[in-house]
């Protein structure tokens, strides 16, 4: 379906699948491929030991993630929460020399990502919304008016957001007990690259469950914006002020239970 105009302009063209793919796998290659690629130059190349190699190759995601926190200059919970995770695992694995550790430290480090995932979908802020927010509205103005009028009146669309975190949480969970599981039965060398392996996996799968989790969602807000639009259009007819306006109760195909 058409996307109206966004107000105060024309509306922009939707982003390319292929540049959204690219925009979204992005941090996934510099936190997952470029460490891994890393541990090997440094393992076999430069004849580092295991553990040296495996804190050094660290320090890429943990310098993209300070990196991302000072130019945002806000907090970002998630964000914050990975950089805790692989400071606090890097200095536990130095002090006790233990690659398999170290492995199963990113691991758990994911996996306690997750759990904060999955408890904050219980929240009045799961922390998947300012992944979901930018890639739902596109920074189109009468979407995002959209989302924080939804976010406000309509249960169906908070669950529809929250499940998202759920989804998300749950998954990084299972990732942690796999490769917890491999870095404590696999040799060293192999789970490097099985855990990358592992990882992406689950990230892909659950990229695609997010499509399949909010598709509710995001038609509540297509809907929103189309409705609004043609609001707007029969007051411009009539003569009145075009301005925006939620009328008030929301239609009742906005509500729990909405047919899809």
């Given at each position: ?5 966004t ?51 660290g ?9 991302g ?12 929460l ?43 802020q799961?922390?998947m ?18 989302w ?19 989804l998300?949480g ?13 870095a404590?039965?696999?040799p ?25 989790v ?47």
């Open positions: 379906m058409t996307n109206p105009a107000a105060g302009g024309p509306a922009r063209p939707d982003p390319s699948p292929s540049s959204q793919l690219v925009t979204a796998l992005r941090p996934l290659v510099i936190d997952v491929a470029v460490p891994t690629a890393l541990y090997y130059v440094l393992h076999d190349g430069a004849k580092f030991s295991s553990v040296d190699s495996l804190i050094l190759s320090v890429v995601p943990m310098v993209r993630t300070v990196f926190l000072l130019r945002e200059r806000k907090v970002n919970g998630l964000a914050l990975m950089l805790v995770v692989t400071v606090a695992g890097a200095g536990i694995s130095a002090m006790t020399g233990s690659a398999r550790l170290m492995l199963a430290k990113e691991s758990l480090g994911t996996g306690v990502i997750g759990l904060a995932i999955a408890w904050s979908a219980f929240t009045r799961p922390l919304t300012n992944a979901m927010r930018p890639m739902m509205t596109k920074g189109e103005a009468r979407k995002e008016a959209a924080e009028h939804l976010r406000a009146t309509c249960p169906a669309f908070r669950r529809g957001i929250s499940n998202v975190s759920l998300w749950l998954g990084l969970l299972g990732d942690c007990v796999l490769r917890v599981i491999g404590y039965t696999l060293v060398d192999t789970m490097v690259w099985m855990s990358t392996v592992i990882l992406v996996g689950a990230v892909l799968v659950l990229m695609v469950g997010t499509g399949k909010s598709d509710h969602a995001e038609r509540l807000l297509l809907a929103h914006v189309e409705d609004d639009a043609r609001r707007e259009a029969g007051r411009e007819r009539d003569g009145g002020p075009a301005v925006h306006a939620h009328p008030a109760p929301w239609p009742s195909r906005h509500q729990d239970g909405a047919a899809a």
